[in-house]
T-cell receptor
Framework: GQQVMQIPQYQHVQEGEDFTTYCNSS?????IQWYKQRPGGHPVFLIQ?????EVKKQKRLTFQFGEAKKNSSLHITATQTTDVGTYFC???????????FGKGTTLSVSS | DGGITQSPKYLFRKEGQNVTLSCEQN?????MYWYRQDPGQGLRLIYYSQIVNDFQKGDIAEGYSVSREKKESFPLTVTSAQKNPTAFYLC?????????????FGDGTRLSIL
């Protein structure tokens, strides 16, 4: 079935360092959503990207959709301990009726 | 407050027993979803429902069943046919089914085998 690959699976950074997670698909995506799940919590919607080459920012978070719409990235500038959690990309399935979640990138931050 | 309520928070199942996980939403959303999450894994779709009295299988529907008799409710039954049911189960909803709709999640139910 349709799958997306997220890398890295785990990332540890020192507070203040930058962090990037990548989401790759072998097929062209119509759109992609990003979610954050804090330890012990549930996923929370962050953003949706639809257009080729789209870049959206939320404070220290920058989301990008590739020109070919086959990959996406989330970049966090100057990480803080509040950024700890697992970040999932989730494109729509081919029918457009549900989301396909990647395995996520788990970020840990030490102060 | 509007939201999604999952109950119970923790559930234990005996061998050969069926158990039902509850999911209720007061967001007036048409679409509802059930996911299974295992440690170090993403969310895998079990079943989803686009509208009342309708539901479709997701990627890992075997050993599970659902019903959607009311817009607000989408219970999931883990049957004895599911041989490895220990996992974290998440229910979600969206305004409507479709690729442009953000999903809102409940707090989840952790199911374990006794």
């Amino acid at each position: 079935g349709q799958q997306v690959m997220q890398i890295p699976q785990y990332q540890h950074v020192q507070e203040g360092e930058d962090f990037t997670t990548y989401c790759n698909s072998s097929t062209t995506l119509s759109n992609i959503q990003w979610y954050k799940q804090r330890p012990g919590g549930h996923p929370v919607f962050l953003i949706q990207l639809v257009k080729s080459g789209e870049v959206k920012k939320q404070k220290r978070l920058t989301f990008q959709f590739g020109e070919a719409k086959k990959n996406s990235s989330l970049h966090i500038t100057a990480t803080q301990t509040t950024d700890v959690g697992t970040y999932f990309c989730a494109p729509a399935n081919q029918a457009g009726t549900a989301l396909i979640f990647g395995k996520g990138t788990t970020l840990s931050v030490s102060s | 407050d509007g939201g999604i309520t999952q109950s119970p928070k923790y559930l234990f199942r005996k061998e050969g027993q069926n158990v039902t996980l509850s999911c209720e939403q007061n967001l007036n959303h048409d679409a509802m979803y059930w996911y299974r999450q295992d440690p170090g894994q993403g969310l895998r779709l079990i079943y989803y429902s686009q509208i009342v009295n309708d539901f479709q299988k997701g990627d890992i529907a075997e050993g599970y069943s659902v019903s959607r008799e009311k817009k607000e409710s989408f219970p999931l039954t883990v049957t004895s046919a599911q041989k490895n049911p220990t996992a974290f189960y998440l229910c979600a909803s969206s305004i409507e089914a479709g690729e442009n709709q953000p999903q809102h999640f409940g707090d989840g139910t952790r199911l374990s085998i006794l």
